[in-house]
T-cell receptor
């Protein structure tokens, strides 16, 4: 079946540090999204990125479809970046998004 | 500011009662998804609709769960009868097509005692 693996599972940073989160997937990709779930439980869209590179402020993402991975970069982290980051993926002719287990990010002041 | 809305935000009910959760997708989005989030299973897709027609509900327990779209502005998820193991956060999401970006509502936190 479809597999989505995220790493690391947990990450603790000091404010101002940079980080890279990784998402590996098992098949050809037709949809890949990164979400941030904030401490209130809201799932916030960060990127729709089945291929290529995108940037939005301090965040950027890259998906290399041929090698079946995606990376989320967070630069100059802030305490408000804390929460769980999910990668969600669908592949082939399947439109069902499968979510990874997430990376729990804690940014300390 | 277009967003997906869900009601109720919180629901506490007793085992055996019927629960109805509602979702209003973003205007113009023709695809609606229902997800469930638990600590044990994480986020899992229950069902999704395109142009109000169910495309896949294989993730949903058929004996007690049902999902419908009475019109383009309303999707419902019903549980009858509810059980304690149904306690979870239920998210609705919508998108312009099944393969494009999905936008999530705030979720309904369901507790079944």
């Amino acid at each position: 079946g479809i597999q989505v693996e995220q790493s690391p599972p947990d990450l603790i940073l000091q404010e101002g540090a940079n980080s890279t989160l990784r998402c590996n997937f098992s098949d050809s990709v037709n949809n890949l999204q990164w979400f941030h779930q904030n401490p209130w439980g809201q799932l916030i869209n960060l990127f729709y990125i089945p291929s290529g590179t995108k940037q939005n402020g301090r965040l950027s993402a890259t998906t290399v479809a041929t090698e079946r991975y995606s990376l989320l970069y967070i630069s100059s982290s802030q305490t408000t970046d804390s929460g769980v980051y999910f990668c969600a993926y669908s592949g082939g002719s399947n439109y069902k998004l499968t979510f990874g287990k997430g990376t729990l990010l804690t940014v300390n002041p | 500011d277009a967003r997906v809305t869900q009601t109720p935000r919180h629901k506490v009910t007793e085992m055996g009662q019927e629960v109805t959760m509602r979702c209003q997708p973003i205007l113009g989005h023709n695809t609606v998804f229902w997800y469930r989030q638990t600590m044990m299973q994480g986020l899992e897709l229950l069902a999704y609709f395109r142009n109000r027609a169910p495309l896949d509900d294989s993730g949903m327990p058929k004996d007690r769960f049902s999902a419908e779209m009475p019109d383009a502005t309303l999707a419902t998820l019903k549980i009858q009868p509810s059980e304690p193991r149904d306690s979870a956060v239920y998210f609705c999401a919508s998108g312009p097509t099944p393969s494009y970006e999905q936008y999530f509502g705030p979720g309904t936190r369901l507790t079944v005692t």
